[in-house]
């Protein structure tokens, strides 16, 4: 039975396709050490750089003391939940002025946990194409229909709903604010209209963009002001906050809904009490005095031709994408092909991922290798 296995990981590996688990010496900053070599880190989700930021971890750690367990050795909904995990939801509430909160394991938990269980038999999704896969699992075990509009293509999203949403009781728009694989912004006002217009539920992954946009690292939709239109939005703890897990926020109906319905949520063992402390200490603490730190990554990346931090090098090929890849990393960067099913076939790509201490003169000879526009050291 295994050679089947043996055989589908041989085609993997012919194809350039094959993956496997990394092992790093050290990471500081923008610096990765890998295979001997200090790099800078192009892969990296620490876009604020808390996560391993020694300093801060040595200040939290004087704040936290022995307060906070190391696990929680139970469901939330058994006895897994300490005053902690009720105080970083209540900020959350407050922060995007919402009824309720919700926090789960990951961003892949919140995901599939929230896609599977709001749409029933007699309901719907319609969800942009390029949305995370968790988008896509959950929608898969959700019992009801889901239909995915060209990516970003408001035309493509009505005729859908033009067509189908007559046909079911409820009907939900899904879409991601900060697209993870080519760092382009939703048209979420126009997505709104639609929402009215078909009297849809609209709900939005914010999870590359909480911590980076907004005047209070809210996201997207706080730098558009149409918080108030966001029936259930998600963000993670475990990119620009730098700890683990994620939250959603809404009305106190689909929240009870979700505690209720989120299989992922239910029957999970909760993060760490010391992991939400932490979340909730960096929202407080840390997160408010990074506006202008937050603001220069984003210009950097509007220079390097992307609408965020995350600029897409479209390469085609698996073979091609590696091959770009090992030029880089002799350059002295680390990055990492992003190949398929995670993006469509023949856009195999190089994904990188600015942090706030990455400076524009630091992507000369990257910009030079991958063509780039080599604007970020001419202002």
């Known amino acids: 039975m295994l050679e089947q296995y043996k055989q589908e990981l041989d085609a993997l590996n012919n194809n350039s396709h094959l993956r496997s688990i990394k092992d790093f010496s050290?990471?500081?900053?923008?610096?990765?050490?890998?295979?001997?070599?200090?790099?800078?880190?192009?892969?990296?989700?620490?876009?604020?750089?808390?996560?391993?930021?020694?300093?801060?971890?040595?200040?939290?750690?004087?704040?936290?003391?022995a307060k906070y367990p190391l696990g929680?050795?139970?469901?939330?909904?058994?006895?897994?939940?300490?005053?902690?995990?009720?105080e970083l939801e209540l900020l959350l509430c407050k922060l995007f002025n919402k009824e309720s909160a919700l926090i789960f394991n990951s961003g892949y938990h919140a995901n599939v946990g929230i896609t599977s269980s709001i749409a029933g038999k007699n309901d719907v999704i319609f969800s942009d194409k390029?949305?995370?896969?968790?988008?896509?699992?959950?929608?898969?075990?959700?019992?009801?229909?889901?239909?995915?509009?060209?990516?970003?293509?408001?035309?493509?999203?009505e005729r859908l709903l033009i067509r189908e949403r007559k046909n079911f009781d409820n009907a939900i728009i899904v879409t991601e604010s900060v697209f993870s694989m080519d760092g382009d912004i939703a048209d979420l006002k126009k997505i709104i209209?639609?929402?009215?217009?078909?009297?849809?539920?609209?709900?939005?992954?914010?999870?590359?963009a909480f911590g980076v946009f907004g005047e209070k690292g809210l996201g997207i939709c706080e730098t558009l002001v149409i918080l108030p239109e966001i029936d259930i939005l998600v963000g993670t703890f475990g990119k620009s906050i730098g700890s683990m897990g994620a939250f959603a926020v809404s009305n106190k109906v689909l929240i009870d809904y979700l505690t209720n319905k989120a299989r992922s949520f239910i029957f999970s063992t909760a993060l760490p009490p010391i992991s939400i402390a932490f979340s909730k200490w960096i929202i407080e603490n840390k997160l408010p005095f990074t506006l202008e730190k937050r603001k220069k990554m984003l210009t950097l990346g509007n220079k390097l031709g992307s609408?965020?931090?995350?600029?897409?090098?479209?390469i085609g090929g698996n073979s091609e994408t590696e091959q770009m890849c090992k030029r880089l990393f002799d350059a002295g960067y680390f990055t990492l092909p992003i190949r398929p099913p995670t993006v469509p076939e023949g856009?195999?790509?190089?994904?990188?991922?600015?942090?706030?201490?990455?400076?524009?003169?630091?992507?000369?000879?990257?910009?030079?290798?991958?063509?780039?526009?080599?604007?970020?050291?001419?202002?």
């Open 307 to 314: 609408q965020s931090h995350i600029i897409p090098v479209i």
């Open 193 to 208: 209209e639609l929402k009215k217009k078909y009297n849809c539920l609209l709900y939005v992954d914010e999870a590359h």
């Open 26 to 65: 050290q990471k500081s900053g923008k610096y990765i050490t890998f295979e001997g070599k200090e790099l800078i880190n192009l892969s990296s989700n620490n876009y604020l750089g808390f996560a391993d930021n020694e300093e801060i971890t040595q200040e939290f750690l004087d704040f936290a003391g």
């Open 347 to 379: 856009t195999s790509r190089i994904r990188i991922s600015l942090t706030t201490d990455i400076e524009g003169k630091d992507l000369d000879k990257l910009c030079t290798i991958t063509g780039l526009t080599n604007k970020t050291t001419q202002d």
């Open 130 to 157: 390029l949305n995370h896969a968790s988008i896509i699992d959950g929608m898969k075990l959700a019992g009801g229909k889901f239909f995915r509009y060209q990516h970003n293509d408001m035309e493509s999203l």
């Open 72 to 86: 929680s050795a139970s469901a939330r909904l058994l006895t897994g939940t300490l005053p902690i995990y009720k």
